[in-house]
Every structure is written in structure tokens, then in C-alpha cells.
């Protein structure tokens, strides 16, 4: 049975339609990404999800349990806030003793839930502090920990990572990856971070102006986006998208051709948009009849790599390479794109051509 | 310490040096002034009786007065009532204009009007609303087929009617400030409790009263001090009557000073008073903060 | 007669004024300002200030203000080195005060000098006596003040409430002339809504009668002072010139005063003069006993409304204890002169009070219709102005035995403490009569206490005025 399953769900304010019809089914114990930049209608799913906005149209069922009409506390869903919510005048423990009140547990079932939550999450010594008295990942631990101990059906998260600076969200981040091993519960958790859905996601919902673009396994968005907008915004540094057209069974594009895989469908004369990911552009050997002419303007060293901004033709391409294999900017070398890791899209519905 | 330093500090002076006269005129030198009349017999009506140096003699006399005692406990009395019901009334407010519905807006400043009127006004629109007999609020109690009530003409009502009307004016008050701090508390602890499923009543005494208690504290704080100088609503209403039931401490200074003209009776009462009210208000607020201290 | 008198001294003054107009105006440029009271002695007045200027060149500016809180006005005008008003508007109670004080210029020599041209001699005496301190005058009588009965002559001369009131209390209803008739009476008109009254259905509750019951300004004291001396109290033991209120009769006036207050409206606690009159002049109480400077808004539709409904009111002298004569209770609303002007100002203020009241003013104020209590035997004693003014020979017979109010430098303190104490009492809160006059003469005492006797008996000294001395 599945534990979240969202039916052609819309949400509107007033004449404007955020929300378009969105599609989801989430498993038992699933961790699910919902992706996308901001004002993408990520957020605003999440919380019809948790039942603080209504939903317009569509049904929405928890636990095979349509929740559409029910109150929040009713979902048995648990949410952390992208500011932790914490009550602010309360300790730790107080904290979480208030988001069980509404539980009327014995006080020996509080205390137990709230100290074997706070030994998970190394809260032990933190209890009687308040949330002024903590660092942000400690703040995060908190809001975590009220959201565990009531042992809900689903864990709702909002961009819980965003406010921690970038050393912190890493850690924070495994955290949260490791605990959802540990319970098992099942995870809808947004963010605009790709990093984090990659990391941290079983299934990536990638939303983009209401709509849902993608879901997928890490590995799929990554391997086989469905749109241009996936799949630049998918990966990092972001693929390189070329217009170009269908011409004698060739992709060209200003100086570039190429032999159309045969996983794609395509029609003569079709306007489509080719993309290859950066780390698929390798320099090639000066004779190499097949390669391109690449003018190098910038360099980016990263460490073990290092980043190209290319001018082709009259097309700007980043490739990734070895750092070992670096070049001087100014200079003019030769590239050749892996062909099998083309990309091809219909240029006016930027979807894949794949078949 | 260089030339530029100097002359800061010079042309510093100089500007403050016309807030240090206006200070010194209107606060400094009417306080002196009063403290050096509250130990001498100063009868302003009857410049015949010298105008000696009595020492503590006006203070032992407004110590030991039947009336200066009775005044404070009316003080207090209706202190107790005002800022009881403002506090009430005036959160019970706010959590209503800060609801996000149409019209809000409107519905609050229209309720800040009483707090704008000068207190005398004030007195005479509920001198007109209590007037006996002819008075509006008689009249609507007729129609409900209740009443009359004497409203300012009965031991028994006059006080009320007095906390009414300065409930009436600065009810608005507490609920301005505290709406302006309902307002800047976080939302999202709000929706926590909502899909932990927290009672309206748990959420707004464990979640929203505790963290509006300082702000509560503080307009509290005035209001007691206001409350303690209350003067122009009695003034116009009954003037301290029936009977002295509604004697407060400033009419007691008053009579002391303009009826009976004995100035330095009345400066020594109001020396008295001050330090009673700055004591017995600092113990109280310090007891709430310490409270709340020992809570956290 | 009265009327041939009027027109001589129209003419009279209209001569004066034309002379003036040729020559050089006697007080051109003088600016006076008089700090007054917004009732009857004032108002009459202040409209017609610019004839004043018209004769003399001397602008006047009356500023009128309520009773309460004017005397609080004057002695802060007259503690001042630099006076904004020449003239103050004086009540009698005040002048021991003011003339301790050394507030008021003495207007004896000027009254003196001037005896033939303000008619000293037809001046009740009594109205010149109560503004004398230590046998000075201070201050010259615009308005007397006399304390008298007003009743609904209408209900009085019904034959159904006649015959009722005779059966109930065994004597004709008449004016009455003992404290007890005065409650029997106020108790027998007391009546609620849906009730009887003069063979009409009450609309609503009708009231017996209407005292001032109010603390503010000490108003009760002036309604029981008069019958406190009407039942045979004075103020003062005249061996020490201590506060004496204590007494047989003072405990019996309170007693009385009490009595009165099921026959009052509910809201007696709160009634002022204006309030109290009030009842009366909408012709919604029986009987009150007041002041006649509002005595004399009864006759004026424009003030009393029961003028204008045609009811009728009688006027009688107060009652006494036992029926026998006591001296009436007296006062005077008078004009005096800030002994802190400049000479120039002086003479011109001396000028106004002679204009403003003379005998041709009193006798346009009666013939022009408003109501003024008038002080002056010629007028009180015309037969033609006694028919348009029917209290006018209640008023001068009243002034034939009269004693004149109190007039201690230490009067605010005995009216606010007995204006507590005893509306205090009224309202229950204190349990005896006696217990109230004691607390209030306590705290007057205990001011008068550290004077030395001799002072104190002077104070209480009604010295004979010296301008009725020849």
C-alpha cells in the first residue's frame, strides 16, 4: 500500500493556479524529493501534503485514507520547518513534551520517547537549553527530534537544510540520510539543492511552474532526463544544450554534426536541441580528424578536475577534464564529444526524442 | 585628547546644552521646587499664615491622614480593576484585528480613536452616557427593560463607572502593543502545533501568552503608571463623590493644594505618593520577571 | 410712578452720555477684565458692557465661568503680583477669605462719597453688611442671595391632592412653615410613574422635592447650612472661635436633610444647584428650597420651563424648626475690585460696579423680563414689578430679620469638609449625623487650632458695616 498518493492534484489562490495537476505516488518507506527552483509549486505541495493549504481539485490520500478535508493533526504526518519552528520560550525538552501533548500519553511513554529520541540524535546534553541558546544544526536536531517523537506515519520536511551554512548542511544532510535508514518512515522532503535530492532521495520529483517534469530514481534524472529542463537542471556544472536541426539524418548546428543514435526518434528537418553533459567533452589528439576546433577561455581548476569554457563554432561549451590535462586559455585545441552520451530534444516541447 | 576631540566635545555641549535648560525648567526645577515647598507651611490663600520651615510635618500629616490612606486604596482599587479588564479586553482584541480578514485594517484604526481623545473629552462623552436620567446608557438599559442605575451618583456604581470609561480609553492601547508584538512572532511555530494537533487554548497559553509576556509586562508597567496619576475622567465625572468613593490620590493632591491651598501639604502627598507607586510597582514587575526567569 | 422714575433716570443717563460724547472720555483707554460666574448676576450683565465704553471709553470684558473652581481661579488671580483682572466677582461666603488676604480694595470711602449717586440708602442693609470684613466693604452687592421656598402652587391649590394630603396628614396643605411640614409634604408628592398626580396618569416618577446633595464644590453644605441655621445652629462657639457644628440642631438638620432623600430623585448624591433647580424649573418636583439667584429663572420661559407650561409656582420663606421666625439665611453675589490694580483701574472698576448696578440697571434687568435678585427696597417694594415678580415680596420681607452667611477667612475648608462629610453621610457611608459633623469640624479645628484665640474671634466678629453708620 502506498503511503502518500496524490491524484491530479491542483492548488489555485483565487484566479492563480499554482499547482497543475500533480501526479505522485510514494511507498511505504520511500524518500522523496520534491526538486525544483523556487516558485516551482514544490513547497506549496508539501504543505497541502501536511494539510496547511487546502487542495483545489484532486485527491489526496494518506495511508490509503483520502485526507483532503482533514485537519493536519488528523494526517499523522510530522513536519520540519525550514526555520525549525521552535517555540522559542521553551527548552529543548519542552519542546518536544508540548508536540506530544496532544498524544495525552502516561509521562513515563513522554519522558522514555523524548530520551531515546534525544540519545539518537545527540540531544542528551541539550535539553534544558533554548532554541536561542543553540547552534543552527543543533536548532535542526530539535526541530527533528519534536518531529520524531510523536513516531508519525510520514516525515514531512521543508528545505530543512537551507538555513545551515554549507559545512553544516553536509553533515546535517547524512544525518538525515542515516536516520531515515534507522526508522524507516516514509520521507517527502523539498529543496531546491540538487545535491540534496541526489544524495538523500529513493525517488526525485523535479517540479517546475506547477508542473511535474520528472520522477525518477537518482540515477534515471541523471542518465535520462525527460526535458531540457531537467537535464540542465540535473548535474553539475549544467549540460550543454546546442540548437541545431535534422538534416540527412544528421544532427547539425552551425559547424557541428553529428550521427543521431539510434535510440532517438527523429523526422527530417526537425529543430531539436542536443545536449552533453560536460565531463562527456574529451580533449582529443591535434590529428583527429573527427574532433572539433575549441578556442579555451577560461580555466577553472577544481583539484582532481578541472573546468573548460570553450568556444565552438559560434556555440560557448563547458567540458570537464582531468586537471591534469588542463590548458592555457587562449589556446585553440581539438575536443570530441562522446556521441553515446548525446542528448536530443525536440526543440519547441523540449522533451527527449529518446524512444 | 587632540584639538578636533576638544572641539567636538565643545560644539557636543553646545548642542546639548538647550535640552539640559528645557530638562532643568520643566522637570528639574518644578521637582526641586516642590520638594523645598513640602517641608514648609505654604498656604497660597492666606498670605498671613508665615511661610516657615515646618521639617517632616506635612509628611507626618499625610502619613498619618485617614483620607490619604483611603485615596491610595481607591488608587489601587481601581487600578486593580482597569488594567485587569485592559489587559483582558486588549489582547482579546488584538488576537482579533490580527486575524487576516477583510477589513482589519479599518476595524483597528477606528478602534484607536479613544485613545486620542483627550481625557477630558473623554469624561464628558461618558458624562453625557451617564448623565442621570437623561443619560444615553440609562436609556438603552430601559429599552432592555433594565436600570436606572446611578451611574456616577452611587457609592456603589462610581468607581466602576470611572474604570469604564478609562477602560474604554485605554483598552485600545494594550491592544495596539500587543497586536504589534502578535505580529512579529514567527508564524511557522503556529503551524507546528497545528499538525501536532496542539488545543487553540494550549497553543495560545503555552505558545503565544509566554511569548508575549514581556511585551505585556511592559504596557502594563504604563498603564499602572497612568492609572496611578488618573485625574481628568474623575475630574469631570465626580469629582471624587459620591461620598469619596471615587477619591483618588491626584484628587487628594489637588484638594490639598487648590482647595484647601496648603501647598506644602500637597507637595509632601505627592512625594509620598511617588515613592509609594515607584516601590510598590518596581516589587510588582520585579516579582513578574522573576517569575518568569525561574519558569525558563 | 415707577415707571415716571425709570424714564427720569433713562434721561438722566442718556444726558450723562451725551455730555461725555463732547468731552474727552473719562476712561478712554482703560481696559478692564472681570474673572465672573455664568449665572444670573453675571449673564444679565455682560451683554450691554458696550454701553459702558459708549459713556465712559473703558472697555470691559466679563470672562464667566462655572461656580466650582472659580474661587480657585480668584485666589490664584489674587496671589499674583501682576493682576490680568481688576474686577472679581465676589460670593459672600468668600469675603473673610479675600479680605484676610488683602485681595479686595476697600470700597467704604468710595461708597461713602458716592452715597447719594448708588442710593446707599435704598440698599437692603443686610446685602452691604455681608460684604464687610472687620467693617469694611470689599465688595457691592449685583445680586442678593437669599435662601427661600419654591413650591408647585398648581399641585398645592389642587382640591384632590388637598383633600388627600388633609386626610393622610391631618392638616390643610399650605406652604410649609415647620421642617416637618417641608417632609411631609415632600413625601406626600413623592409619586412613581403610572401614579396620580393633580388628577393626570404620571408618565414618569415624580419627585417631592429636589436638594442639593452633591460633594462637588461643597454644594450640599449651602443647602445645609441654611436649614442648620433655620433649625437654630450656628457655626462657631463664639468663646473660642472654634468650629461648632456639632450641636442639638446641627445633628438635627443633618437628620432632616437625610429624611428628605426618599422624596429626592435617585441620583440625589449627585445633585448640584443646577441639577436641584433643575427638577423645579421642568416642574418635575413639588417643593425645593434654593437660592433665589436661580430663584428668579422661574419666571423666565427661556429658563424655566415651567413658565412656559403655564404651571404655576409659589414662593414662601424658608421654614423653621418649630414655625417660629428665625433670621433668614442671607447672601450676596456682589462685584469688588483687585487691590492689586492700578489707581486708573480702580476708579473705572469703581465706575462699572456704580453703572452696573444701579438702580436704573436693576429696574431695566426687572422691566425687560429676566430675573435678577434684586436688592434694592424700591424695587423689591413695587407693587407693579411684585405682580410680574412674585417672589419679590418674599424676598424683602425675608431681609427684615436676616443674618448674614458665613464669612470665615477659613471657608473652603469648612465647605469641602463638611461637603464630604456630609454627603458621606447621605450616602450611608458614615452611620451618624453626629460622627460626620464631628469629623469635618475635627479637620476644620485642627487648621484653626494654632491661631491665637483672639485672632480666631476676630474672624468671627461681624463688625456693623461702617457704611451704614452715618
Known amino acids: ?355 | 585628547m587632540g584639538y578636533i576631540q576638544r572641539r567636538n566635545r565643545r560644539i557636543f555641549l553646545i548642542f546639548l546644552f538647550p535640552v539640559i535648560v528645557a530638562l532643568f525648567a520643566t522637570t528639574i526645577y518644578p521637582m526641586l521646587y516642590a520638594g523645598w515647598l513640602s517641608f514648609r507651611n505654604y498656604d497660597l490663600a492666606k498670605p498671613f499664615i508665615p511661610r516657615v520651615f515646618v521639617g517632616w510635618a506635612n509628611y507626618a500629616e499625610v502619613l498619618s491622614s485617614g483620607p490619604f490612606l483611603h485615596a491610595l486604596i481607591t488608587t489601587f482599587k481601581l487600578m486593580a480593576i482597569t488594567l485587569s479588564v485592559q489587559l483582558v479586553l486588549g489582547v482579546g482584541i488584538a488576537l482579533l484585528v490580527t486575524q487576516k480578514l477583510r477589513g482589519m485594517g479599518l476595524v483597528r484604526t477606528l478602534l484607536l480613536i479613544p485613545m486620542m481623545i483627550s481625557p477630558v473629552i473623554v469624561g464628558l462623552v461618558w458624562l453625557f452616557l451617564y448623565f442621570p436620567e437623561l443619560g444615553y446608557l440609562n436609556y438603552f438599559l430601559s429599552l432592555i427593560g433594565l436600570g436606572p442605575v446611578s451611574w456616577i451618583t452611587s457609592t456603589d456604581w462610581a468607581l466602576l463607572a470611572i474604570a469604564i470609561a478609562d477602560i474604554w480609553q485605554w483598552t485600545p492601547f494594550v491592544m495596539m502593543g500587543t497586536a504589534a508584538a502578535l505580529q512579529s512572532l514567527s508564524p511557522e511555530p503556529y503551524e507546528a502545533a497545528r499538525i501536532d494537533g496542539n488545543s487553540r487554548w494550549d497553543v495560545f497559553s503555552r505558545v503565544t501568552l509566554p511569548q508575549l509576556k514581556p511585551v505585556l509586562v511592559s504596557l502594563m508597567f504604563l498603564r499602572a503608571i497612568d492609572a496611578f496619576k488618573i485625574y481628568d475622567i474623575i475630574f469631570v465625572l465626580t469629582k471624587g463623590g459620591p461620598a469619596d468613593s471615587t477619591e483618588v490620590i491626584s484628587l487628594y493632591i489637588y484638594r490639598q493644594s487648590f482647595t484647601f491651598w496648603r501647598m506644602g501639604v500637597g507637595a509632601a502627598a505627592s512625594f509620598v505618593s511617588l515613592i509609594i507607586i515607584s516601590v510598590l510597582i518596581t516589587l510588582f514587575f520585579k516579582s513578574l520577571q522573576r517569575g518568569q526567569a525561574s519558569k525558563g | 410712578m415707577s415707571f415716571m422714575r425709570t424714564v427720569a433716570l433713562t434721561a438722566a443717563l442718556a444726558a450723562g452720555a451725551a455730555g461725555a460724547a463732547n468731552a474727552e472720555k473719562q476712561f478712554e483707554g482703560v481696559e478692564l477684565k472681570m474673572l465672573g460666574i455664568g449665572d444670573t448676576s453675571v449673564t444679565r450683565l455682560a451683554p450691554i458692557v458696550g454701553e459702558f465704553e459708549e459713556l465712559t471709553g473703558a472697555k470691559v470684558q466679563i470672562d464667566m465661568f462655572p461656580y466650582p473652581g472659580l474661587i480657585d481661579k480668584i485666589i490664584i488671580e489674587a496671589s499674583s503680583d501682576k493682576p490680568s483682572y481688576q474686577l472679581l466677582w465676589v460670593d459672600s461666603p468668600w469675603v473673610g477669605m479675600l479680605g484676610e488676604a488683602g485681595a479686595l480694595e476697600d470700597l467704604t470711602d468710595l461708597a461713602k462719597r458716592d452715597a447719594e449717586e448708588i442710593g446707599l440708602k435704598d440698599i437692603v442693609p443686610i446685602q452691604l453688611q455681608e460684604n464687610t470684613w472687620q467693617g469694611r466693604l470689599l465688595a457691592f452687592p449685583a445680586s442678593g442671595m437669599i435662601w427661600s421656598t419654591n413650591y408647585r402652587k398648581d399641585l398645592y391649590e389642587n382640591a384632590d391632592e388637598m383633600a388627600n394630603f388633609k386626610a393622610k396628614y391631618g392638616y390643610d396643605l399650605a406652604a410649609p412653615s415647620t421642617w416637618a411640614q417641608y417632609r411631609d409634604q415632600a413625601e406626600f408628592f413623592t409619586r412613581k410613574a403610572g401614579d396620580t398626580l393633580a388628577g393626570e396618569t404620571l408618565e414618569k416618577d415624580f419627585y417631592g422635592n429636589a436638594q442639593a446633595f452633591s460633594r462637588v464644590a461643597g454644594a450640599i453644605t449651602h443647602d445645609y447650612f441654611p436649614i442648620m441655621r433655620a433649625f437654630g445652629g450656628d457655626y462657631w462657639d463664639p468663646g473660642t472661635g472654634l468650629c461648632a457644628m456639632t450641636g442639638e440642631a446641627h445633628v438635627k438638620a443633618a437628620e432632616f436633610m437625610k429624611s428628605l432623600v426618599p422624596s429626592n430623585p435617585p441620583d440625589y448624591l449627585g445633585l448640584m444647584w443646577d441639577l436641584r433647580t433643575g427638577y423645579m424649573e421642568r416642574g418635575e418636583t413639588a417643593l425645593s428650597s434654593y437660592w433665589s439667584v436661580r430663584t428668579v429663572r422661574l419666571t423666565n420661559p427661556a429658563e424655566a420651563m415651567v413658565a412656559e407650561k403655564g404651571l404655576v409656582v409659589g414662593y414662601a420663606p424658608s421654614p423653621t424648626a418649630d414655625g417660629a421666625p428665625q433670621p433668614t439665611y442671607t447672601g450676596a453675589l456682589s462685584f469688588g475690585i483687585n487691590s492689586k490694580a492700578s489707581d486708573k483701574e480702580k476708579e473705572a472698576a469703581w465706575a462699572f460696579i456704580k453703572w452696573g448696578t444701579s438702580e436704573a440697571m436693576m429696574r431695566r434687568f426687572a422691566e425687560e423680563g429676566s430675573g435678577v435678585s434684586q436688592f434694592r427696597k424700591s424695587i423689591l417694594s413695587d407693587p407693579d414689578l411684585q405682580a410680574k415678580y412674585p417672589y419679590y415680596g418674599v424676598l424683602l420681607s425675608a431681609q427684615e430679620n436676616a443674618k448674614r452667611r458665613i464669612f470665615h477667612p477659613f471657608y473652603q475648608d469648612v465647605e469641602e469638609n463638611f461637603g464630604i462629610e456630609l454627603n458621606k453621610y447621605m450616602a450611608g457611608e458614615t452611620e451618624t449625623a453626629l460622627e460626620a459633623l464631628t469629623t469635618a469640624c475635627n479637620a476644620v479645628n485642627s487648621r484653626l487650632k494654632i491661631f491665637p484665640e483672639e485672632m480666631r474671634l476676630r474672624w468671627i466678629d461681624d463688625v456693623p458695616a461702617d457704611v451704614l453708620k452715618d
Open chain 1, 1 to 355: 500500500m502506498s503511503a502518500i498518493t496524490l491524484r491530479n492534484v491542483v492548488k489555485r489562490y483565487g484566479a492563480v493556479q499554482v499547482v497543475h495537476g500533480v501526479d505522485l505516488t510514494i511507498d511505504e518507506g520511500e524518500f522523496v524529493v520534491l526538486l525544483g527552483p523556487s516558485g516551482c509549486g514544490k513547497t506549496t505541495t508539501l504543505r497541502m501534503v501536511a494539510g496547511l493549504e487546502d487542495v483545489s481539485e484532486g485527491e489526496l490520500s494518506i495511508g490509503g485514507r483520502v485526507v483532503n478535508n482533514l485537519a493536519p493533526k488528523d494526517r499523522g504526518v510530522a513536519m520540519v520547518f525550514q526555520n525549525y519552528a521552535l517555540y522559542p520560550h521553551m527548552t529543548v525538552r519542552q519542546n518536544m513534551e508540548f508536540a506530544l501533548r496532544p498524544m495525552k500519553l502516561e509521562k513515563s511513554v513522554v519522558d522514555k520517547r523524548i530520551a531515546d529520541t534525544a540519545e539518537i540524535l545527540g540531544l542528551s546534553p541539550l535539553m534544558e537549553r533554548r532554541p536561542a541558546q543553540l547552534s543552527g544544526g543543533q536548532r535542526q536536531r530539535v526541530a527533528m527530534g519534536r518531529a520524531m517523537v510523536r513516531t508519525p506515519k510520514v516525515f514531512l520536511f521543508d528545505e530543512p537544510l537551507s538555513n545551515l551554512d554549507a559545512k553544516l548542511r553536509t553533515q546535517v544532510r547524512w544525518e538525515i540520510g542515516k536516520l531515515h535508514q534507522r526508522l524507516g518512515t516514509t520521507v517527502l522532503y523539498v529543496t531546491h539543492d540538487q545535491v540534496e535530492a541526489m544524495t538523500l532521495a529513493d525517488k526525485i520529483v523535479i517540479m517546475r511552474d506547477g508542473y511535474v517534469e520528472q520522477v525518477g530514481t537518482p540515477e534515471e534524472v541523471f542518465a535520462h532526463p525527460k526535458t531540457t529542463f531537467v537535464a540542465t537542471f540535473i548535474g553539475s556544472p549544467a549540460m550543454n544544450m546546442i540548437d541545431g536541426r535534422i538534416e540527412s539524418g544528421r544532427m547539425v548546428a552551425e559547424g557541428i554534426s553529428f550521427a543521431i543514435p539510434a535510440r532517438y526518434h527523429v523526422s527530417e528537418g526537425q529543430a531539436v536541441t542536443l545536449g552533453i553533459r560536460p565531463s562527456e567533452i574529451k580533449i582529443a589528439a591535434s590529428d583527429d580528424a573527427g574532433a572539433l576546433d575549441a578556442r579555451v577561455e577560461v580555466t577553472e581548476y577544481l583539484g582532481n578536475e578541472a573546468l573548460l569554457d570553450l568556444r565552438i563554432g559560434r556555440h560557448e561549451m563547458v567540458a570537464e577534464v582531468p586537471a591534469a590535462d588542463r590548458v592555457e586559455p587562449g589556446r585553440t585545441i581539438r575536443v570530441r564529444f562522446n556521441e553515446a552520451a548525446l542528448h536530443l530534444f525536440d526543440a519547441q516541447t523540449g522533451k527527449t526524442l529518446a524512444l
